[in-house]
């Protein structure tokens, strides 16, 4: 396991920028990692191995978890039941990571809207 590279940094504040757009967001740590938040909640923030965890609705998370598009997330013993990682793309360490940036931008997207609507 090792920490976000500079590409996954780099994507998350064009990422970051773009939620800018839709409403407040802040560029912060989250459980020592970046992240994004909007208000009090987390929006998304990076895990190990360059994967974007980002919070959705249980019946979303678990749908993209069938799909094999991501992982459930557990933090110690614990499964945290409306999170998921997304791993990276192939292309994340090329010059034009597009498909990754792409998938994680929709994902954090429905992330920032699911979690302004519990404000």
Do not use: C, Y
């Amino acid at each position: 396991m090792s920490k976000p590279s500079d590409e996954a940094v780099e994507l998350l504040h064009e990422i970051a920028a773009d939620l800018g757009k839709a409403g407040p967001v802040e560029l912060g740590t989250m459980f020592r990692s970046p992240g994004i938040r909007t208000e009090t909640k987390i929006v998304a923030f990076l895990g190990t191995d360059d994967r974007l965890i980002v919070k959705l609705p249980r019946e979303r998370a678990l749908a993209l978890i069938e799909q094999g598009v991501a992982a459930s997330l557990s933090m110690g013993r614990r499964t945290m039941r409306e999170w998921i990682e997304v791993p990276a793309g192939d292309d994340l360490h090329t010059d034009n990571p597009s498909q990754t940036l792409e998938t994680w931008s929709r994902l954090a997207k429905e992330s920032f809207d699911h979690v302004r609507s519990q404000l």
